[in-house]
């Protein structure tokens, strides 16, 4: 099971190799999240909207190793935006992946533009 986390690893826009076209804004959902592949990896996309920001992150919560973040909701905690896994309610970062709760659980991010209305999300493979 842990290789399959090893494949997310947080990308920063610096170190971006793709700019990877998911579709159009108009296709995710509005404060929620939804979930793309990319090669291998499954990555949920965030459109927040209250917040009229995006956020990608990996959709593996690596509490019990579930396909599940893009189901969570999201908000935030002390003004930082954030994913709570939908199955025991762990809640991460959705700009460097840090459980809040503290513990060494993290999750990968990945940086997002929006161009003439289509969604990319940034990859370093
Ligand atoms: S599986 Fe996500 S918090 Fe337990």
Known sequence: ?????????SVTKNNVETWFKVGMTT??????GACIKYKTKQIAVYNFKRANTWYAAQNLCPHKMEMVLSLGMIGDKEGIPKVACPLHKKNFSLEDGTNLAGGDLKIATY??????????????D
């Open 27 to 32: 296709d995710f959902p509005e404060n929620s």
């Open 111 to 124: 940086p997002v533009k929006i161009e003439n209305g289509n969604v990319y999300i940034g990859f370093s």
């Open 1 to 9: 099971m842990e290789h399959i986390l090893e494949q997310y690893k």
